[in-house]
């Protein structure tokens, strides 16, 4: 190699030491500050108002969700055609989506992701496009639920809002016709790559197109689904899930991790008529409880658990590496 080899080299160990140690001392940190955020006290409250069989069937189905979640990176997986075994990527993206719901997309989604996935022997070209093609899926199956949704004048805004009304029908006719443009690029698009140096980004065929709509819908409809289970039996399933992709797309504009604050605001505004405020608070306390906080408590000890792995595979090869070296 080179000298100027050897130099490049010797800064990206340099660099990757370095982002390894800076992430090991931000994560507790962000952790911390988390848990200092909470008002523990007002969990406990909202928490006893439901009856121990709701809180196991919304634990159930948001585990459900992660599972679809998760899912994305297997697809990914499969798109880019990398060897890893699936039993590898499960719980790599399970702890970056926990992580990512609560401490950010750049912590969870993206340096996380680099840190495990790079550990694990990928490159870093690869990790960008699972993370790409990941984003892509969920986004997708975001526009598709609200196109359909906002197109047929779901949720029904205050009559305050009647040109709100207008627009969201707008809106939602727009998004339906970037989704059609994606499905048919993904069947007839003769040109199929894009890129800028290493990172391409190709487009995926009809068939695993449908298969991002598919896991894309049932992400945010399970997130949903939990909500409805959480709130009083007057609420309607598809305006909370219009009122969810609503405080979504409000919550990544506000640029707050969870979406703090912004989900109660939206929530409060659009179905106070039909839902007690009071209600509404507790099902969205325990919304976050079990689709945010549980999910990464458990996250933590996976992750604690994949690092324990990542260091045995490591040693055992460099171990491998030194018998070959020797014989």
Not at 96 to 118: D, K
Not at 171 to 200: D, E, M, S
Not at 220 to 226: S, V
Not at 260 to 275: D, Q, R
């Amino acid at each position: 190699m080179s000298s100027a080899g050897e130099r490049k080299a010797r800064r990206w160990r340099l660099a990757r030491r370095a982002f390894s140690l800076g992430f090991l001392i931000l994560l507790p940190v962000l952790l911390f500050l988390l848990a200092r955020s909470i008002d523990w006290r007002e969990v406990i409250a909202a928490l006893r108002e439901y009856h121990p069989t709701t809180l196991l069937l919304g634990l159930l189905v948001a585990l459900g969700g992660y599972s679809v979640f998760s899912s994305f990176d297997v697809l990914s997986r499969f798109y880019i055609g990398h060897p890893l075994p699936v039993r590898r990527v499960y719980p790599v993206a399970f702890v970056c989506n926990a992580f990512n719901l609560n401490l950010s997309t750049w912590v969870g989604g993206v340096a996380m992701r680099y840190r495990l996935y790079s550990r694990l022997g990928m490159s870093a070209a690869d990790i960008t496009r699972i993370l790409s093609f990941s984003v892509v899926t969920n986004w997708f199956g975001y526009m598709l639920l609200a196109g359909l949704l906002f197109s047929s004048g779901i949720p029904r805004l205050p009559e305050s809002w009647t040109s709100g009304s207008v627009s969201l029908r707008l809106i939602g006719a727009l998004l339906l016709a970037v989704c059609a443009g994606y499905l048919l690029a993904c069947r007839f698009a003769t040109r199929r790559q894009w890129g800028w140096k290493r990172y391409r980004f190709s487009l995926p065929t009809l068939r695993v197109a449908l298969m991002q709509a598919g896991l894309g819908m049932s992400n945010w409809a399970t997130m949903a689904l939990l909500l409805y289970v959480l709130l009083p039996d007057r609420a309607e399933y598809f305006e909370v899930l219009a009122v969810l992709l609503v405080s979504s797309i409000a919550g990544v504009i506000a640029h707050i991790p969870a979406g703090l604050g912004v989900l109660e605001a939206v929530f409060i505004a659009l179905l106070h008529a039909k839902i007690g405020k009071s209600s509404l608070l507790a099902a969205l306390i325990g919304y976050r409880v079990l689709y945010f906080l549980i999910p990464l408590l458990l996250a933590c000890a996976v992750y604690l658990w994949l690092e324990r792995r990542a260091r045995r595979l490591k040693k055992s090869r460099r171990s491998k590496a030194a018998e070959h070296g020797s014989a």
